[in-house]
Structures are given as structure tokens and as C-alpha cells.
């Protein structure tokens, strides 16, 4: 498997989801309610992809520094995959061990979770 640092494009879009969506973790929100919060959360997770993709090659990978810019809220499905794509990028080493994505991964189950049940079979089908 190879690993890569994401766009920031695609950091900026997860962000924009988690404060569109007024995620919560362990009932607890996570506060994304200014830009300073919003960006120094984005470089969280980039930093994370960055440690990520040095503990599978050994060395600092070639890249700019993440640049925070808000964007539109994406649709659930577009931030869940663009979600998708930043945990597999950053799965190398132990950086899957840390609280950061371990919170990130159940986040994701939770937005697989809450598009189920937005789609028209899910209503459909037998409970029980």
C-alpha cells in the first residue's frame, strides 16, 4: 500500500462537514464554531496524514504546509468519502492507535451510519 498527504481541499471539505453536520463524539460536540477552530482542527487532522505517510516512508514528506480556507458544506456522501480517503491515507504506523483517528474512524461509521438510513430502502425494509 502506498500512502500520500491529502489535498487540503479535501481536509477543508471533511471540516466543513463536521461543522455543517454539529458532530458530536462521546456526546460530547466537537466545537468548530469559529474559523480559528475549524483551521486548527484541519491542521490536527493534517498533521496526523503528515506523521502518517513519515512513519510509512521514514522521512518528511514533500509538501506544503496545510492552508486552512472554508468551503461549502459538502453532501454526506462526499464528505464521507472524502473522510474515507484522509483515514486511509493516514492508517500507517501507530497513527491509527491515536485518539485523533480512532475518533475520526467512529465519526466516519457514524456519517456511513446516518446515510443508510436517509436512503429509501432503508424505510422499506422489514425491522426485527
Known amino acids: ?20 453536520q454539529k458532530v458530536e463524539f462521546c456526546g460530547i460536540p466537537l466545537v468548530l464554531s469559529t474559523e480559528e477552530q475549524r483551521a486548527r482542527f484541519g491542521k490536527e487532522l493534517f498533521d496526523m ?25 459538502p453532501s454526506l456522501i462526499k464528505g464521507h468519502k472524502a473522510l474515507s480517503c484522509l483515514l486511509y491515507q493516514s492508517c500507517e504506523g501507530d497513527v491509527e492507535k491515536s485518539s485523533l483517528y480512532q475518533m ?25
Not at 52 to 67: A, F, I, K, L, T
Request: glycine share 2%.
Open 49 to 73: 496524514n503528515v506523521e502518517s505517510v513519515r512513519q510509512r516512508y521514514g522521512d518528511e514528506p514533500e509538501c506544503q504546509d496545510y492552508q486552512y480556507q472554508e468551503v461549502p458544506a
Open 104 to 128: 475520526m474512524d467512529r465519526i466516519h461509521a457514524r456519517l456511513a451510519q446516518k446515510i443508510v438510513h436517509l436512503l429509501p430502502e432503508w424505510d422499506k425494509a422489514p425491522w426485527g
Open 1 to 20: 500500500m502506498s500512502a500520500f498527504v491529502v489535498k487540503d481541499e479535501t481536509i477543508n471539505r471533511i471540516v466543513a462537514l463536521l461543522f455543517s
